[in-house]
């Protein structure tokens, strides 16, 4: 250890050496040493997204020209971090990268010798750690100090930052996400609202543990927190911050104190885990492991201390290799190592196939046997041998993504039930009167978040996880129609791709439901169709569905309604009351006789928050239904003839006469109070080359197949009868 600690009954007393700036120094030097390893493997990993974190952003968040990401007009005084380098450094930077500046003469010495309105960068997460792969988010924490700042100056950053993560997006495919902080918020565990990346007031203590944990630091000031000893109290943290700044002010400068850690609390767990179960759609791997890592955190039974604090003893203690220093590999050792002396066998293994996944080191024998100077392959290498774990189950791992969806489906349930698990212990140890810190507003998000994602509610779609990043499609499924004991028909789904990790089954029941409409539509909000990937199959059966039809409804479907992970990524308005978004009615889909007396009415309709529900009616009890939710999702935002892109009514292609159409068009649109050629974009299907030359929506060389052409002239004929 770099500093002796010595423990007089319960209280930690620090040798006066401590406070001695020399020590302070050389625990800096310590900590950059550490620094530059990580974001050396970081390089390893992804030589090219590494320039752009560590080098280009800096200085991008550093000076404001045209014509360079991160632009605002009028924003000189939003730029500048510290300690971002020397003119001549920030001028190779942009050469380098942006070539085609150099014949401009950018006065980076100026924009340096102005305040920076930047004190430090620090990236957080997996990079640069064993867990990092070609997926992994770029979390920054930008740290500023309001009370040097102007508003002008906030915005301005606020706006660069937004330009660099969507020129990032853009030109490297990095999800680049950047949270503006307060040194005195940070201090005080205030990280602001919660939103689809910031966890807001659900993390406070957790999520102050996880920053001095994984941070790596790219520019600016150096936590002070890193070069103190590690086990030392609040007061003696502060006594000698104070004497710090007091008796070396030079030295002092070069760091930044962003408050104490003593340890997490319990009033936390609430919104720990809903934030927690909330990710877990998304990336289910990283999550199930904090989840376990709060459990430990949160038990009677763990007398450890926390990780950052083992990782900081750990580097200030003189350890030298990247796998004693690794925070992720720390954290799921620590975990199974609790589930260990507790017994819970399966849910070690869970765990450490979590890790394997959310690391996807990709072992092979090959690897296994050559070990080239691959960090991640050595460490799973030493953890296979350690587990005894064997190639045919790494090499199943490797192949997730081509799971078939039955086993994925399977492998999810799973995960979901090591959540509630987890979840159910762990809020039965909590005093019932112990007041959580989460605030209201994100208890209601994070809880109408869970509402879209697990809850059952009539009418609903259920949603299913999904274990990877890729959205899954399936490239083949067949619509089985059958009739139960009771002689009531039901709909079938059956995924039939073909798995190459499958060899024996040739397909999967999915799905069940009364009506194809709902089936049909629960494929499709969950992702798994696509009109241009997906083979359709229905065996002949006594129903009134033709194969056509059903092809044509699903590419309606996947037109006109986002399927859910869009909503779970940031589409849904959870802020506010859910109400409809948009709705789709489908007549007569299922009916022989098609609209000889139209006799059923299927409304599929997704509201606000990206929840989808699927309803079914007689004719007539159908529109009455029609006209209640089409002035809903009409209210206060357009009158009822500009629903068009709100509400759309699907006809099977079979009906085959032009006569019945154009007077059924006419009935809906006068039960919808439409009475106008206005409203026939209700009608007007949405894939293909939807517009007509006969109406001049395109030209006529682009002409649609004769059945819409006759469909919409029958529609504009019924509006004007």
Not at 526 to 533: E, K, R
Not at 662 to 672: D, E, H, N, P
Request: proline share 4%.
């Amino acid at each position: 250890m770099a500093f002796p600690v010595t423990i007089q009954g319960s209280i930690m007393v620090m040798p006066s050496k401590v406070l001695e700036t020399r020590y302070v120094l050389k625990n800096k030097k310590i900590f950059l040493n550490y620094n530059r390893l990580r974001c050396q493997y970081a390089y390893d990993m992804d030589a090219e997204k590494a320039s752009v974190v560590f080098e280009i952003i800096p200085v991008l968040l550093s000076i404001n020209e045209v014509d360079l990401p991160g632009y605002v007009s009028g924003g000189d005084s939003g730029c500048g971090v510290y300690a971002v380098g020397s003119s001549y450094q920030l001028g190779q930077v942009i050469l380098d990268y942006f070539p085609e500046t150099r014949y401009r003469n950018i006065p980076f010495q100026s924009y340096l010798i102005k305040r920076p309105v930047i004190e430090s960068l620090f990236l957080l997460g997996s990079v640069g750690t064993v867990a990092q792969t070609a997926q992994s988010d770029f979390d920054f924490w930008v740290c500023i100090d309001k009370r040097r700042c102007s508003r002008r100056s906030i915005q301005a950053l606020e706006e660069k930052t937004a330009q660099i993560a969507y020129w990032c997006q853009s030109s490297f495919g990095m999800d680049v996400h950047f949270f503006i902080l307060d040194l005195q918020q940070i201090r005080r565990n205030d990280f602001g609202k919660v939103d689809e990346e910031s966890s807001g007031s659900s993390q406070k203590k957790f999520l102050k543990e996880e920053c001095y944990r994984t941070m790596l630091l790219v520019s600016g000031k150096i936590p002070y927190w890193w070069v103190v000893p590690p086990g030392i109290s609040e007061e003696s943290y502060e006594k000698t911050w104070r004497n710090f700044v007091r008796k070396a002010p030079v030295d002092a400068v070069d760091f930044v104190n962003l408050g104490f850690l003593e340890g997490v609390s319990r009033s936390e767990f609430l919104g720990n885990a809903l934030w927690q179960l909330s990710k877990g759609i998304k990336d289910p791997f990283k999550a199930l492991i904090k989840m376990a890592m709060m459990e430990v955190y949160l038990s009677d039974e763990y007398h450890g201390t926390l990780l950052c604090e083992t990782l900081k003893g750990r580097v200030l203690g003189g350890c030298r290799f990247l796998k004693d220093m690794d925070p992720y590999l720390l954290m799921v050792e620590t975990v199974l190592d609790f589930y260990r002396k507790q017994d819970r066998v399966a849910h070690m293994d869970l765990l450490k196939k979590a890790f394997y996944l959310k690391a996807q080191p990709g072992m092979t024998r090959t690897k296994i046997r050559t070990r080239v100077d691959d960090y991640k392959v050595d460490v799973f290498a030493e953890l296979m041998e350690r587990w005894d774990w064997h190639l045919d189950l790494v090499e199943d791992l490797n192949q997730v993504g081509k799971w078939s969806y039955g086993r994925q489906l399977k492998f999810s349930t799973e995960i979901n039930r090591f959540f509630s698990s987890t979840y159910r212990r762990l809020s039965e140890g909590l005093d019932s009167p112990e007041k959580q810190e989460i605030d209201q507003y994100d208890l209601e998000v994070l809880g109408r978040k869970l509402i879209v994602l697990f809850s059952r509610k009539r009418y609903k779609l259920r949603l299913t996880p999904f274990l990877t990043g890729r959205r899954m499609i399936l490239n083949r499924c067949i619509f089985q129609y059958e009739r139960n004991r009771a002689n009531r028909r039901r709909w079938d789904l059956y995924d039939a791709t073909l798995y190459p990790t499958e060899r024996r089954k040739l397909r999967w029941k999915i799905f069940s439901a009364e009506s194809i409409v709902k089936v049909a539509a629960w494929l499709v909000n969950n992702g798994l169709y696509d009109f241009q990937a997906t083979g359709v199959e229905m065996p002949p059966n006594p129903s009134g569905v033709r194969l056509t039809d059903l092809i044509d409804l699903l590419k309606h479907f996947q037109s006109f309604f986002p399927p859910a992970y869009y909503h779970l990524t940031g589409g849904s308005k959870l802020d506010d009351d859910a109400i409809k978004d948009r709705i789709m009615v489908v007549i007569d889909m299922e009916e022989l006789s098609k609209l000889k007396k139209p006799a059923s009415i299927d409304m599929v309709y997704k509201n606000s928050w990206g929840e989808m529900f699927a309803e079914s009616y007689s004719y007539g009890e159908g529109l009455t239904v029609l006209k209640e939710y089409a002035i809903d999702i009409a209210a206060g935002e357009m009158r009822l003839h500009e629903i068009g892109s709100k509400l759309r009514v699907h006809i099977p292609q079979s009906v085959g006469d032009s006569d019945k159409l154009g007077s059924l068009y006419g009935k809906i649109a006068r039960a919808l109070g439409l009475e106008e050629v206005e409203g026939m974009g209700i009608f007007r299907p949405l894939y293909g080359l939807e517009r007509q030359a006969h109406f001049g929506w395109i030209d006529d060389n682009h002409a649609q197949p004769s059945f819409h052409h006759w469909q919409e002239r029958a529609m504009v004929t019924g509006l004007k009868k």
